[in-house]
Antibody
């Protein structure tokens, strides 16, 4: 299993950024996927989850209305479109594989190495 | 607002046993929350240790075990080794796509 994130960088408050995750080594379309972030020196927060299709998406309250998760099962990619970014969104964003068939048991299975997003003027 | 509680830190001697817990600000943790545990060392991505309360992820040593102890989920390290020095996170699945992580427990082996 390989999950490789890209797209991180420095962005000004109020700006936008699109993160991507390229997956390989497993049947991408058969797994739920997540974006989990970690602010510098802080704990983990699941900001968004997507089911096997784009009809099931979930967002943490902290990003609802500003972030959009999507997936392309044919390209084996997971994206996170982030807009109206705030300094509090500064974090490493991890692409994480969820569970097979989007069924229980529910947990975070495999993790990418993460991409750093810095929101600062 | 649901808060998942973990001890901020723990110290264990090499070869010793330590039990970390994962609780809820209100209520008890049960298997219905699918408690899972993750190990993270500085600069690295988290590693999945335990899922569904007590199932070890592939390649995880048997010295790591999960359980429910009283009203909390628990992670026990039996025979701690130097490279177990890490921060350990638990997470509970609240349903409807909602996940709540604990604040993490930093384990020192000395």
């Amino acid at each position: 299993v390989s999950l490789v994130e890209s797209g991180g960088g420095l962005v000004q408050p109020g700006g936008s950024l699109r993160l991507s995750c390229s997956a390989s080594g497993f049947t991408f379309g058969a797994y739920s996927m997540h974006w989990v972030r970690q602010a510098p020196g802080k704990g983990l927060e699941c900001v968004s989850t997507i089911g096997l299709s784009e009809t099931k998406t979930y967002y943490a309250d902290s990003v609802k209305g500003r972030f959009t998760i999507s997936r392309d099962n044919s390209k084996k990619t997971l994206d996170l479109q982030m807009s109206s970014l705030r300094p509090g969104d500064t974090a490493i964003y991890f692409c994480v594989r969820g569970t097979f068939g989007d069924t229980s048991p529910y947990y975070f299975d495999d993790w990418g190495q993460g991409t750093l997003v810095t929101v600062s003027s | 607002q649901t808060v998942v509680t973990q001890e901020p830190s723990f110290s264990v001697s090499p070869g010793g046993t330590v039990t970390l817990t994962c609780g809820l600000s209100s209520g008890s943790v049960s298997t219905s929350y699918y408690p899972s545990w993750y190990q993270q060392t500085p600069g690295q991505a988290p590693r999945t240790l335990i899922y569904h309360t007590n199932t070890r992820s592939s390649g995880v040593p048997h010295r790591f075990s999960g359980s429910i102890v009283g009203s909390k989920a628990a992670l026990t390290i039996t025979g701690a080794q130097a490279d177990d020095e890490s921060t350990y996170y638990c997470v509970l699945y609240m349903g409807s796509g909602i996940w709540v992580f604990g604040g993490g427990t930093k384990v020192t082996v000395l």
